[in-house]
């Protein structure tokens, strides 16, 4: 497993914990082998088709472009978003799986809670982009500095939909964010498009990143799928401060 080297080797940070900190996300190659990479893929189609019973706690998201007035496509291809991947035996052991949960631990401190884990499908030719966001002014926590591990089961691309981030962007605090039809994201007036780069990532490659970072992706426009994995996490001094009942979050280590 190897990290990868920052792309500003003169002012480089040294450790982890300091290269999150000022770039807001790092990457580790081959976190995920490619076998098992295929056994999460064919364990979320099953889903995706209904071919494998849901548990219970887990739920599927059609795209909505399809969900609209878009094409009939084969069941399964049809599926943008699987929530509550905790709730499956084989996600579950993903998500506390200690090359994900030692990183964590070192930037979010312990005990370490899961705040999401969802499956972000982005299926071919239809697979819409998710505009340019930052993840905390969707959430209901504070502090707005929970981390997450984004892992693509087929290497992302250019052409599929890979992730695309202003590198730093975490260190500006909260930005406006506006709905559109079907999204929440940042108004284009107020980052520059010339900042984001594409961090097109191998199947099995895990990026790691700050819930202020500024991100999207783009649309699926390749003939085959991109699916990945999201997983957020909490340190012991994130709170909940939404109107509802504070829901229970899994403790993972
Ligand atoms: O999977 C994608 O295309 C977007 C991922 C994302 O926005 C996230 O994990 O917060």
């Given at each position: 497993m190897?990290?990868?080297?920052?792309?500003?080797?003169?002012?480089?940070?040294?450790?982890?914990?300091?290269?999150?900190?000022?770039?807001?996300?790092?990457?580790?190659?081959?976190?995920?082998p490619d076998g098992e990479?295929?056994?999460?893929?064919?364990?979320?189609?099953?889903?995706?088709?209904?071919?494998?019973?849901?548990?219970?706690?887990?739920?599927?998201?059609?795209?909505?472009?399809?969900?609209?007035?878009?094409?009939?496509?084969?069941?399964?291809?049809?599926?943008?978003?699987?929530g509550g991947l905790i709730h499956d035996d084989l996600f579950r052991k993903l998500i506390t799986r200690k090359e994900i949960i030692d990183r964590m631990r070192d930037i979010v401190g312990e005990p370490i809670r899961l705040f999401r884990a969802d499956a972000l499908m982005k299926p071919a030719q239809v697979g819409s982009e998710k505009g340019v966001h930052q993840d905390s002014p969707y959430w209901p926590i504070e502090p707005?500095?929970?981390?997450?591990?984004?892992?693509?089961?087929?290497?992302?691309?250019?052409?599929?939909?890979?992730?695309?981030?202003?590198?730093?962007?975490?260190?500006?605090?909260?930005?406006p964010h506006v709905s559109t039809q079907n999204d929440y994201v940042i108004p284009t007036?107020?980052?520059?498009?010339?900042?984001?780069?594409?961090?097109?990532?191998?199947?099995?490659?895990?990026?790691?990143?700050?819930?202020?970072?500024?991100?999207?992706?783009?649309?699926?426009?390749?003939?085959?799928?991109?699916r990945a994995v999201t997983m957020s996490y909490l340190g012991p001094h994130h709170r909940y401060v939404g109107t509802k009942q504070a829901p229970e979050y899994p403790t993972v280590s």
């Open positions: 190897t990290i990868s080297e920052p792309a500003h080797p003169d002012r480089a940070p040294h450790t982890l914990a300091e290269r999150a900190e000022h770039d807001g996300y790092f990457l580790v190659e081959g976190l995920i990479c295929s056994l999460f893929v064919e364990r979320l189609q099953e889903f995706a088709a209904t071919a494998r019973a849901l548990p219970e706690g887990l739920s599927l998201h059609r795209e909505p472009m399809v969900e609209t007035n878009g094409p009939q496509l084969p069941k399964g291809h049809d599926i943008r978003k699987i707005m500095s929970l981390w997450s591990c984004w892992i693509p089961f087929d290497d992302a691309t250019l052409d599929n939909g890979c992730l695309m981030v202003v590198k730093g962007s975490h260190r500006k605090g909260p930005m007036d107020r980052y520059d498009g010339d900042d984001l780069v594409a961090v097109p990532m191998k199947r099995g490659t895990g990026i790691f990143f700050h819930s202020l970072l500024i991100h999207g992706s783009a649309a699926n426009t390749s003939g085959t799928p991109r």
